[in-house]
């Protein structure tokens, strides 16, 4: 079994490898083949492994000794529970998917095998984070997944809005990483060791802790250490204020998109909150800090969603807003909820992503969703697996979405954490908004009239299309998917519905495993809830099988909000079309803040960024230039020259001056000796 | 004991290597003196070797010792042993030295003998330092590396390299004359003995340890550099040829970092523990000053040195620390420095020497041209930017959770590294090689030849194996930096 867990991480690491060290050697066949082949090596074993554990064979054990210092021995190794099996069987299938995908996708990208590589890179990482027995490795995954995700936006790197928005993500993701170092390394201060099951098994003796952070205010430890935690998830799964690098991250090609940024690496947050369930079910205020955060950005993420029109933005918000759900869960101290929305979510948003993907290649690299529509009869798959999504991201009875959202809004309502209430209403109001942008996107793209003029889809102004045009231009390869320029669009080859096929079946039918997931203590001892936070099982209890869910959700609130917000988007994007900029010209202020994404950007731009480059080079001209070498060090060789300047005056190098000199001091020194005579 | 005095060998071999290579003479024989040059440097390595092999890292003081008397009426001995720290070290500076007589091969076309020389010499008087047990010695060896640098940079330096030269010269000699003093005061207080087993052992009052704590504060200080006395390495650098910033980078700042441990720490240990928080404030004042500084650069190889100056305050920071996780993370992040930092500098260093421009306005989009060279740029820059799996995670990582355990605000500030850290240096990635080509110089650019390709594979071993597998190098260390702490804890005053 051990060499299986091996095999699951090394597997696509061979893959990155391979592809990326020998790409050339093995070409654009050989560099496919060789990752997907050993994804499905990784798939297979994950998938046995999970059986395993199912089985009831968990694993913790060290891999290898990384580093010993002083007392401190931290191992490489891996953690083999139902948490993290089931990241793995989620991780590995999806990613395998999305390398299908890119296939079609990608077919004509010059750096074709350096994708493949990145994408098996990002896969091995993330299965080291998932598959951590401690902290050092978790957050050695953490940053390689950042890494990898620098490199996929930043792909296409002749554009400077890619090159721009990598950059961007890194460094924000960074922000969070500092507080989620902080918080380890209060955790190896005050547990001496960052091994989870040791520092879960002292946990107690934490609970008792406090901590002077600014003097004389003594703040229990394990809150300042959740919180900290939690800043590490607010960055990598971009919950406000820390959300800014998510749409921007839209510049990469669309596979990773998917992959990366939204089905796998922006839940890691999720996933390690749940994991470190122990520690944050010790703190009340860490929990109400993590619901608070997690209801604004479901809500308000939520909004923005319904003003964008580039059919990648809207889900990339969309994607926001569901992280949003997840962080409210752990919140409410539904975990299981949390993990349970991460991998429906993985599936339905992966098909969104996948088959904006399909419909932007279809478009020609068109991605505004006014220049589409009416694409319906024209891609039947794409729609058909584009709508299940939608529906399950609607939360539509039966759907996936529905049973992992409902189950987290009912555990918000049922909790009396401080902020409980607040976050009620955010996640029962986002169901209207969800549904809206949802349906929104569906009906603009697939429905109504088709807006876009056929012949000339190529001159439309896509942001995809110069950077191809850039990088085809120099590599000299056409560029037309298959396909002749300038047709009517037409449905995507097999290797990019197939996935979407694929991804679509687990987004309808996930969510039927709820009631041994939520309430069967799937996740065993994985996950710790304490016993006055237990939201989910309160409601477990009235929970009667998944058609008695469904039925019982008709006279519930949230699948009128539900109902409502696609009945509004119908009406808006099909029946009245005109009124959506009625509607906008009619709150200017309300549009425009939306339309900015209230501003964050511009305050980032402007106060972080300018003003640390400001400060960088004011710091230098002030400090560095002007006072140590300006003042300091120029400043004593010039008063060394200057008093040499003034001593050299006795060193004229004329004999007179030096003979007179010499007569004054004889005079002197006789004047001298005959006045003490 | 070995039959051949190994230390002896560490230090003398280079050195006659050097001389050697002088006699080669002029530049008519360049080939020849390239060649001596690097078999020199090669034998360096090699010979350097068997103290890794035979080093017993379970034992607790010095191995390897060799005591011969050298100035009778002073009382001077020939004195060299090494510890877990020396170790690692005397490897890195024999393992740079290889680099930079690779690194200067073609690149150094007029007085390739003196170049070549000047760099073996150099070494061999590194690894004097590293291996010194007496006092006089130590100071000898500590002066001497001051002459080849400084003729480094002033020959075969750039347009200013004189006021550059001069400010290293003088800014290092400046320190270490205080240090001298300290030397003479302890010579005589111990009753006329150079020994550092002796002066571990002498009771000082505090007003004298203060004292001498500060004399020796001042030339390791200047030799980090740590805040404010650290601008001439800017300059320096800047001047320097590439192989000069290489050994200044990788080497010369350790002595600094060395010094620390094997003098001001054993030697006057209540002061070092009383004056901790003044060179823990200076540290962070380096991390996070010199960090905001690196992003105001528009010189690669400014930029290269704040950062180096920002990673070295790692260094003090950890020694300053007093435990065990810190100290060793400060000598890890020396030895991990001098990698990445190499990197750095040749990867600049192969930039210049087809643009003969550092300035990053010059570049951008390079990687259309030199993928490959991109790729190890990448690697590099991403290891300077403390990403995990790299070396310079690690010395920056176990500083940082040593900081933790003495006040949260220490590795607070300490931690922001990892934000300007990752800041200067993918925006100066981000303005050299991504983006469309951004002019017809960097058109003309070609991607790495076989020589340069060698020695980046060779430095991304190093740090990738660092990175995923670090206990090797910690492991040499423990006894060592128990040892030193132990002699830290217990008073000195008498």
């Known amino acids: 079994m051990q060499t299986l867990y091996l095999i699951v991480p090394l597997a696509p690491l061979l893959g990155a490898l391979l592809a990326g060290l020998l790409g050339r050697l093995i070409g654009r066949r050989g560099a496919h083949s060789v990752t997907i082949a050993l994804m499905i090596v990784a798939f297979g074993a994950a998938l046995a492994v999970f059986r395993d554990v199912l089985d009831g064979n968990t694993f913790n054990g060290a891999v290898y000794t990384w580093l010993i210092s002083g007392d401190v021995r931290f191992d490489i190794g891996f953690l083999i529970d139902r948490l993290s099996a089931t990241m793995m069987v989620v991780v590995t299938f999806v990613s395998l998917m999305v390398h299908i995908y890119t296939i079609g996708y990608m077919a004509d990208d010059p750096g074709y095998q350096r994708f493949f590589s990145y994408i098996s890179l990002f896969t091995f990482a993330m299965l080291m984070l998932v598959m951590s027995n401690n902290f050092v490795q978790l957050f050695f995954g953490w940053e390689a997944v950042g890494l990898v995700s620098y490199l996929l936006i930043g792909f296409w790197y002749t554009r400077p809005t890619a090159i721009y928005a990598n950059m961007k993500a890194f460094l924000v993701n960074r922000v969070g990483d500092f507080g989620f170092l902080l918080g380890i390394a209060l955790v190896l201060a005050y547990t001496g060791s960052l091994d989870y099951a040791t520092v879960f098994g002292k946990v107690d003796q934490l609970a008792g802790m406090n901590i002077e952070i600014f003097g004389g205010h003594a703040w229990s430890l394990?809150?300042?250490?959740?919180?900290?935690?939690?800043?590490?998830?607010?960055?990598?799964?971009?919950?406000?204020?820390?959300?800014?690098?998510?749409?921007?991250?839209?510049?990469?090609?669309?596979?990773?998109?998917?992959?990366?940024?939204?089905?796998?690496?922006?839940?890691?947050?999720?996933?390690?909150?749940?994991?470190?369930?122990?520690?944050?079910?010790?703190?009340?205020?860490?929990?109400?800090?993590?619901?608070?955060?997690?209801?604004?950005?479901?809500?308000?993420?939520?909004?923005?969603?319904?003003?964008?029109?580039?059919?990648?933005?809207?889900?990339?918000?969309?994607?926001?807003?569901?992280?949003?759900?997840?962080?409210?869960?752990?919140?409410?101290?539904?975990?299981?909820?949390?993990?349970?929305?991460?991998?429906?979510?993985?599936?339905?948003?992966?098909?969104?992503?996948?088959?904006?993907?399909?419909?932007?290649?279809?478009?020609?690299?068109?991605?505004?969703?006014?220049?589409?529509?009416?694409?319906?009869?024209?891609?039947?798959?794409?729609?058909?697996?584009?709508?299940?999504?939608?529906?399950?991201?609607?939360?539509?009875?039966?759907?996936?979405?529905?049973?992992?959202?409902?189950?987290?809004?009912?555990?918000?309502?049922?909790?009396?954490?401080?902020?409980?209430?607040?976050?009620?209403?955010?996640?029962?109001?986002?169901?209207?908004?969800?549904?809206?942008?949802?349906?929104?996107?569906?009906?603009?793209?697939?429905?109504?009239?088709?807006?876009?003029?056929?012949?000339?889809?190529?001159?439309?102004?896509?942001?995809?299309?110069?950077?191809?045009?850039?990088?085809?231009?120099?590599?000299?390869?056409?560029?037309?998917?298959?396909?002749?320029?300038?047709?009517?669009?037409?449905?995507?080859?097999?290797?990019?519905?197939?996935?979407?096929?694929?991804?679509?079946?687990?987004?309808?039918?996930?969510?039927?495993?709820?009631?041994?997931?939520?309430?069967?203590?799937?996740?065993?001892?994985?996950?710790?809830?304490?016993?006055?936070?237990?939201?989910?099982?309160?409601?477990?209890?009235?929970?009667?099988?998944?058609?008695?869910?469904?039925?019982?959700?008709?006279?519930?609130?949230?699948?009128?909000?539900?109902?409502?917000?696609?009945?509004?988007?119908?009406?808006?994007?099909?029946?009245?079309?005109?009124?959506?900029?009625?509607?906008?010209?009619?709150?200017?202020?309300?549009?425009?803040?939306?339309?900015?994404?209230?501003?964050?950007?511009?305050?980032?731009?402007?106060?972080?960024?300018?003003?640390?480059?400001?400060?960088?080079?004011?710091?230098?001209?002030?400090?560095?230039?002007?006072?140590?070498?300006?003042?300091?060090?120029?400043?004593?060789?010039?008063?060394?020259?200057?008093?040499?300047?003034?001593?050299?005056?006795?060193?004229?190098?004329?004999?007179?001056?030096?003979?007179?000199?010499?007569?004054?001091?004889?005079?002197?020194?006789?004047?001298?000796?005959?006045?003490?005579? | 004991m070995n039959a051949l005095p190994l230390l002896s060998t560490v230090i003398w071999l280079p050195i006659l290597a050097g001389i050697a290579v002088l006699f080669t003479g002029s530049d008519r024989n360049a080939g020849l003196a390239r060649l001596l040059a690097l078999v020199g440097a090669i034998a360096g390595f090699v010979v350097a070797l068997p103290l890794w092999t035979g080093f017993d890292s379970s034992a607790s003081g010095f191995q390897f010792v060799e005591r011969e008397q050298w100035i009778q009426a002073f009382n001077v001995y020939y004195h060299l042993g090494i510890d877990g720290i020396s170790l690692l070290l005397i490897l890195l500076n024999c393992f740079t030295t290889v680099l930079v007589v690779i690194a200067g091969w073609k690149v150094i076309d007029s007085r390739v003998a003196q170049y070549m020389a000047a760099f073996l010499i150099l070494s061999g008087l590194m690894n004097g330092v590293f291996c010194a047990l007496d006092g006089l010695l130590f100071y000898v060896f500590f002066e001497a590396t001051l002459i080849p640098m400084f003729i480094v940079i002033g020959v075969w330096g750039g347009p200013n390299r004189v006021y550059a030269a001069l400010k290293f010269f003088l800014y290092t000699l400046m320190g270490s004359l205080l240090a001298l003093i300290a030397l003479i005061y302890l010579y005589l207080s111990s009753g006329g003995s150079f020994s550092f087993f002796d002066w571990y052992m002498l009771p000082i009052p505090f007003a004298a340890q203060v004292l001498v704590f500060l004399a020796f504060f001042l030339a390791f200080a200047v030799k980090v550099p740590m805040v404010p006395v650290h601008t001439w390495l800017p300059d320096a650098h800047v001047e320097a040829p590439t192989g000069g910033s290489v050994v200044l980078a990788a080497i010369m700042l350790k002595l600094g970092g060395y010094g620390f441990l094997r003098l001001s720490l054993p030697i006057v240990p209540d002061a070092s523990q009383a004056l901790s928080g003044f060179v823990i404030v200076l540290s962070l004042i380096a991390v996070v000053y010199i960090g905001l500084v690196a992003l105001a650069q528009s010189d690669m190889k400014k930029l290269i040195a704040y950062s180096s100056i920002s990673h070295m305050g790692f260094v003090t920071l950890g020694i300053f620390l007093f435990n065990s996780i810190a100290v060793e993370g400060a000598i890890i992040q020396m030895i991990s420095h001098g990698f990445i930092s190499a990197a750095l500098f040749l990867c600049v260093g192969v930039l210049y020497d087809r643009m003969h421009s550092r300035q990053i306005a010059d570049y951008g989009g390079v990687v259309n041209r030199m993928p490959v060279f991109a790729s190890f740029f990448m690697l590099f820059a991403m290891a300077n930017a403390g990403l995990p799996g790299t070396s310079g995670f690690v010395g920056e990582f176990m500083v940082i959770m040593g900081a933790a355990k003495v006040n949260f605000w220490y590795a607070f500030l300490a931690a922001a590294t990892l934000i300007l850290g990752a800041a200067y240096t993918l925006w100066m990635y981000k303005r050299v090689v991504f983006g469309a080509v951004a002019n017809d110089h960097v058109a003309a650019l070609d991607d790495l030849s076989a020589r340069e390709t060698l020695f980046m594979v060779v430095l991304a071993i190093c740090v990738l194996f660092m990175g995923i597998y670090p206990a090797p190098f910690t492991e040499v260390l423990h006894v060592s930096v128990n040892d030193l702490l132990a002699h830290v804890a217990k008073s000195k005053l008498p």
């Open chain 1, 222 to 677: 394990v809150t300042v250490i959740c919180i900290l935690l939690f800043i590490g998830a607010m960055g990598k799964s971009a919950q406000f204020p820390l959300h800014v690098w998510l749409p921007d991250s839209m510049e990469g090609p669309t596979p990773i998109s998917a992959l990366i940024h939204a089905a796998t690496m922006v839940t890691a947050g999720i996933f390690m909150v749940a994991r470190m369930s122990p520690m944050f079910e010790l703190s009340e205020t860490a929990l109400s800090f993590v619901i608070v955060i997690g209801a604004i950005t479901a809500l308000f993420m939520g909004l923005v969603a319904i003003v964008q029109n580039d059919i990648k933005r809207v889900v990339a918000y969309s994607t926001l807003s569901q992280l949003g759900y997840m962080t409210v869960a752990l919140g409410a101290s539904a975990y299981s909820a949390a993990i349970f929305h991460l991998a429906t979510h993985a599936f339905f948003k992966a098909v969104l992503f996948l088959g904006a993907g399909s419909v932007i290649i279809a478009m020609h690299h068109e991605q505004d969703m006014r220049n589409m529509g009416g694409l319906r009869k024209y891609m039947p798959i794409t729609y058909a697996t584009m709508l299940i999504a939608a529906l399950a991201s609607a939360g539509v009875p039966g759907l996936s979405g529905f049973f992992s959202k409902d189950a987290i809004i009912e555990a918000t309502r049922l909790s009396n954490l401080p902020g409980a209430g607040f976050a009620y209403f955010c996640v029962a109001a986002c169901v209207f908004v969800t549904a809206l942008y949802t349906f929104r996107l569906i009906f603009m793209t697939f429905h109504g009239k088709e807006r876009f003029a056929v012949g000339n889809a190529h001159a439309a102004q896509g942001e995809h299309r110069d950077a191809h045009a850039d990088a085809h231009a120099e590599h000299d390869h056409s560029h037309d998917h298959g396909h002749g320029h300038g047709g009517r669009p037409h449905e995507s080859p097999s290797v990019v519905t197939l996935p979407l096929i694929a991804l679509s079946i687990p987004a309808i039918a996930a969510g039927w495993l709820i009631g041994p997931v939520l309430f069967g203590n799937y996740f065993g001892d994985a996950i710790v809830v304490a016993p006055e936070h237990n939201g989910l099982a309160e409601f477990g209890k009235t929970f009667t099988g998944v058609l008695g869910m469904m039925t019982h959700a008709l006279f519930t609130l949230p699948f009128w909000l539900s109902m409502a917000g696609i009945a509004v988007a119908w009406f808006l994007y099909i029946k009245r079309t005109d009124l959506p900029a009625v509607i906008a010209a009619r709150f200017p202020l309300i549009y425009r803040i939306l339309d900015k994404k209230y501003y964050f950007d511009e305050f980032n731009e402007w106060f972080f960024a300018r003003g640390t480059r400001c400060l960088g080079q004011g710091l230098w001209r002030f400090g560095d230039v002007r006072v140590i070498d300006g003042f300091v060090v120029n400043g004593s060789a010039k008063l060394v020259g200057w008093m040499a300047g003034i001593i050299r005056h006795f060193q004229s190098g004329y004999i007179y001056h030096y003979a007179f000199t010499m007569i004054i001091g004889v005079l002197f020194l006789i004047t001298l000796l005959f006045m003490q005579a």
